[in-house]
């Protein structure tokens, strides 16, 4: 958890002061320095038009970093709404779960590149496809927990004093969800990271003048053989980045599970 840790603070500070860590534009075009190896100049080489790959990969990071936590956030909030109320109540459950379950028998990457291809491809309607993809997970994980904990003796206890349903969802129900919420956001925040990039790469996600890890790689991947760097650098920042998220998300799991703590 603390390698983790470690990691997305180096990534999240190489993204917040990205101007002051960078000595290129990331989208100043140089034709003569064009598929530059990594050099003393260029410390991870250029790309095909001549762009810093070094610069963009760490502009790059504003933008899946930003997608991640945005998409982590409303899922978050959008599936504790609609799981805690769905979990509750039993007459909308079979209603709201048989929705859920239609979106998510889709392949969430078609998905989101359907959802793409109606809005439009800006970084905002990437975060509301990612969203739309991820939504029906966290509404799963906040309903089964609603479903234990209705049932608890201190759920009936508010009942039987006559506590109304808002009041017992807001003040009995919600604070014992959070743990789930939190480890379950982790997991989406690395998703949605992944599913950027794969949008990305694929010509679906950010505009290929913004960039991310995804088109950088995407842009990259027809030179492969003559320069690879323009790929792998901004590929292995992608991979431990979400590698750093998951063991982030194993570390609260295993610290906010109280069965886990019993355990250990």
Not at 28 to 47: F, M, Q, V, Y
Not at 124 to 131: D, K
Not at 197 to 216: C, E, K, Q, T, V
Not at 227 to 242: H, I, S
Request: glycine share 10%.
């Amino acid at each position: 958890m603390a390698f983790g840790f470690a990691i997305l603070l180096l990534v999240g500070c190489m993204a917040i002061f990205a101007p002051f860590i960078s000595r290129y534009d990331p989208v100043a075009i140089n034709a003569i320095d064009r598929l530059k190896p990594p050099s003393a100049e260029h410390w991870l080489g250029t790309d095909h038009v001549g762009r810093d790959v070094y610069a963009r990969t760490i502009f790059g990071s504003r933008i899946s970093l930003g997608v991640g936590f945005a998409v982590a956030a409303i899922t978050s909030i959008a599936g504790v709404a609609i799981g805690i109320f769905t979990g509750y109540y039993r007459g909308v459950d079979n209603v709201v779960m048989r929705l859920m379950d239609a979106f998510m028998a889709f392949p969430a990457l078609i998905l989101a590149m359907a959802l793409i291809a109606l809005l439009g491809s800006t970084v905002q309607n990437v975060i509301i496809a990612v969203s739309v993809v991820e939504t029906p997970r966290m509404v799963r994980v906040v309903r089964g927990v609603v479903l234990s904990l209705r049932e608890r003796e201190f759920v009936g206890a508010a009942r039987a004093i006559g506590a109304p349903p808002s009041r017992i969802m807001r003040v009995h129900i919600l604070p014992n969800t959070m743990a789930p919420v939190i480890i379950q956001a982790t997991f989406i925040f690395a998703g949605a990271i992944l599913t950027e990039a794969s949008l990305s790469f694929l010509g679906a996600g950010s505009p290929p003048y913004i960039p991310s890890w995804g088109n950088i790689m995407g842009q990259g991947r027809t030179y492969l053989q003559m320069a690879m760097w323009v790929t792998f650098f901004p590929g292995l920042v992608l991979m431990l980045t979400v590698l750093a998220i998951n063991f982030v998300g194993d570390g609260l799991r295993d610290r906010l599970d109280p069965r886990l703590r019993r355990i250990m």
